[in-house]
């Protein structure tokens, strides 16, 4: 316990915190604070002095916090229980890491695709929706024919502009078809863009060239980060805007990784659809 001691010791002198301290369980830390998830499911959290900062000071801070734990990670092993298996709905239990880590890195979602399936195995929008990544595909395609005549493809979903040209009808109808559920503006905008980032990101994996464990885009119109698992498996962050901090999006990921693993192995097999007959079956994560 002494070299924890000397971690939240180190973080207050560095952040010039009131406080520090590890949390396992209960809401989310306040406004007041700044916090990163660890692999054994605690959090790391430093208690902020009342002061105005702006999000770049902010941002600065989180980074610096979650540098600091990497920097202790043998120590976190030695010392804290392992993080245990989920209880309840496995499914849920990984979404919501999938919105934990959304919510640190200010993504529009954290989401678990695979290089050869269609499947979502875990995502962090809210509701899920009905698509798969077939569907997402389609909806990708609209986009970038709405994006190329300037039109709103998020207000045509929506309802608010019943203008719809004759070559978006069908796409249109799908993609609404595809949900499963009604949605507004904002929330067919969000989606849109997550699903232009899965999309993208699939094609790169079809390419002829070799990603790597990660992968990132900071176009004008697509943003995103990815990093890959178990052989075949990719975490991403779907961003709003091409300029997102990397370096902190990338040490949220690498921290909580572990964790999301752990979640993507507790997964039950995936029945065969009613429709399709797909029969599809969690692989196995190699050991690492």
Request: glycine share 14%.
């Given at each position: 316990m002494e070299e924890v001691e000397r971690l939240l010791e180190v973080v207050r002198k560095e952040l010039g915190a009131d406080d520090a301290r590890l949390e396992l369980g209960g809401k989310?830390?306040?406004?007041?604070?700044?916090?990163?998830?660890?692999?054994?499911?605690?959090?790391?959290?430093a208690l902020l002095p009342d002061a105005e900062r702006s999000d770049e000071e902010l941002t600065r801070l989180r980074e610096k916090l979650v540098f600091l734990a990497r920097s202790f990670d043998a120590t976190f092993d030695r010392v804290s229980p392992p993080a245990p298996r989920p209880a309840g709905n496995p499914q849920h239990a990984l979404d919501d890491a999938l919105d934990v880590l959304a919510g640190q890195t200010s993504a529009l979602a954290a989401l678990v695709i695979d290089n050869d399936s269609p499947v979502f195995w875990g995502s962090s929008l809210s509701p899920r929706g009905d698509e798969d990544l077939d569907a997402a595909a389609r909806a990708a395609g609209a986009l970038a024919l709405a994006s190329a005549g300037d039109l709103d493809l998020a207000?045509?979903?929506?309802?608010?502009?019943?203008?719809?040209?004759?070559e978006l009808e069908r796409p249109v109808a799908q993609i609404r078809a595809d949900a499963g559920d009604e949605r507004d503006a904002d929330e067919w905008h969000r989606r849109l863009t997550v699903f232009a980032?899965?999309?993208a990101l699939r094609e790169a994996c079809?390419?002829?060239?070799?990603?790597?464990?990660?992968?990132?885009?900071?176009?004008?119109?697509?943003?995103?980060?990815?990093?890959?698992?178990?052989?075949?498996y990719w975490l991403v962050l779907a961003f709003e805007v091409s300029r997102f901090s990397e370096l902190h999006a990338e040490a949220a990921m690498i921290h909580a990784l572990p964790w999301i693993e752990r979640l993507v192995l507790s997964l039950p097999p995936i029945d065969p659809d009613g429709g399709g007959g797909r029969v599809l079956k969690l692989r196995r994560l190699r050991p690492v």
């Open positions: 989310d830390p306040g406004e007041d604070a700044v916090w990163c998830a660890l692999p054994t499911g605690f959090r790391l959290v207000a045509m979903l929506a309802g608010t502009n019943t203008e719809v040209p004759t980032a899965t999309t079809r390419g002829d060239g070799e990603l790597g464990t990660r992968h990132a885009v900071h176009d004008d119109d697509l943003a995103y980060l990815a990093r890959s698992f178990g052989g075949i």
